[in-house]
Nanobody, 124 residues
Framework: QVQLVESGGGLVQAGGSLRLSCAVS????????MGWYRQAPGKQRELVAV???????NFADSVKGRFTISRDNAKNTVYLQMNSLNTEDTAVYYC??????????????????WGQGTQVTVSS
């Protein structure tokens, strides 16, 4: 069983910073892309940032220049450093991983896995 556990959310004033972490654990063979999505009240979930297994990154236009994404493959962990936060960044942030599992004998085909979400609230 695979689990994604997020941490680092909270309340911050506009202009401040937060760092989100997401640790992936369980029966994992390999992790491909990892990323962060967010969902604000009344809005659809949207991509914030993604990082491939090779380290290539992609960001939503709204966060370019303010957010960075990184991963520690040895720890199966992805990070989202959020700077210059504004009230429009308020949302529940979800960690995502595209990974192949391991059932003890064979590789389990790649699937999408999600964390439980962590609230980020930016006050004006």
């Amino acid at each position: 069983q695979v689990q994604l556990v997020e941490s680092g959310g909270g309340l911050v004033q506009a202009g401040g910073s937060l760092r989100l972490s997401c640790a992936v654990s369980g029966s994992i063979f390999s992790i491909n892309a990892m990323g962060w999505y967010r969902q604000a009240p009344g809005k659809q979930r949207e991509l914030v940032a993604v990082i491939t297994g090779g380290g290539s990154t992609n960001f939503a236009d709204s966060v370019k220049g303010r957010f960075t994404i990184s991963r520690d493959n040895a720890k199966n962990t992805v990070y989202l450093q959020m700077n210059s936060l504004n009230t429009e960044d308020t949302a529940v942030y979800y960690c995502h991983a595209d990974l192949e599992g391991w059932d003890g004998r064979t590789i389990v085909a790649a699937s999408d896995y999600w964390g439980q979400g962590t609230q980020v609230t930016v006050s004006s």
